[in-house]
Nanobody, 125 residues
Framework: QVQLVESGGGLVQAGGSLRLSCAASGRTFSTNPMGWFRQAPGKEREFVATINWSGDRTYYADSVKGRFTISRDNAKNMVLLQMTSLKPADTAVYYC??????????????????WGQGTQVTVSS
């Protein structure tokens, strides 16, 4: 059974930082891209960042570019999201996503078949 488990969410003041982790089990994702998405109340789930299998190519939503950094540790089967200069608009449930089919990173949520349960990030003003 494939599982993605996120951790590291919490409450932080605007301008602060958080680091999210996603631990995968049940299969290795070391040869596939992985991604982070988020969903705010009343809104659709949106793309945040994605990374290729080797970790040397990353892509970000314009809203987080320059503030968030996605990385991965294939030896540990993990993907990370370092978030800095957080804003109240970043408040959402953050989800880790994985694919067994993708060869290249994708910003489309329908490209990923594995999802974590999400971790809440709340940024206060």
């Amino acid at each position: 059974q494939v599982q993605l488990v996120e951790s590291g969410g919490g409450l932080v003041q605007a301008g602060g930082s958080l680091r999210l982790s996603c631990a995968a089990s049940g299969r290795t994702f070391s040869t596939n891209p992985m991604g982070w998405f988020r969903q705010a109340p009343g809104k659709e789930r949106e793309f945040v960042a994605t990374i290729n299998w080797s970790g040397d190519r990353t892509y970000y939503a314009d809203s987080v570019k320059g503030r968030f950094t996605i990385s991965r540790d294939n030896a540990k089967n993990m993907v990370l999201l370092q978030m800095t200069s957080l804003k109240p608009a970043d408040t959402a449930v953050y989800y880790c996503a994985g694919s067994s089919k993708l060869g290249f990173p994708s910003a489309s949520r329908i490209s990923y078949e594995y999802w974590g349960q999400g971790t809440q990030v709340t940024v206060s003003s």
